[in-house]
């Protein structure tokens, strides 16, 4: 719950909050005039392909005195696959701060790496190293239960807890 006092009738007023957190992966200080710094390595693990991990969010910070202004961005071979969004706009105040949500989704098996880069009026900085890997969706038939599986007209479907998944014809 936010409350806001002021002189106004009905003082205070108060308005509930509701949101999603995501992970925090760490915070960034810029400064005006500086280049950005390197922030944290974010390893987003290992996950079957294809999926979308939840968000890791890195939060920047302009700890000068003037503001500046912001770009971002992702680069490397799987940027693509690191998907970003941010509260972030093209100039950060001096004290204040905005963050960028990165997620890894990956859509076919292998050990991927970008990094988020972050422009001011300094120049560009790696401002955090991304990583993950996405390994196969594998399936594993067990040929002594041949109830759990059926051919029909070349297509196998396997069963199990009352649900069926589908593959194509072997």
Partial sequence: TLNVASNAA???????LTGTASASAGTINLQAGTV?????????GTFVAPTVTTAQAVVLTNTGS???SLSLGTTGTGANL????????????A????FVSLKFAP????????????TND????QGASLSGTATPFTITIDTSNP?????????????WNSTAAYLNSW
Avoid: E, H, R
């Fill in 10 to 16: 009905g003082s205070p007023a108060s308005v509930n």
């Fill in 36 to 44: 950005p710094p390197s922030g944290p390595a974010i390893n987003f």
């Fill in 66 to 68: 003037t503001s500046m």
């Fill in 82 to 93: 690191f998907p970003q969004t941010t509260n972030c706009g093209s100039s950060l105040a």
């Fill in 95 to 98: 004290g204040a701060s905005c």
């Fill in 107 to 118: 859509k076919v098996p292998g050990a991927y790496s970008a990094a988020l880069t972050i």
């Fill in 122 to 125: 300094a120049g560009t900085g």
């Fill in 147 to 159: 109830s759990a599986w059926v051919i029909d007209n070349g297509a196998i479907t396997f069963k």
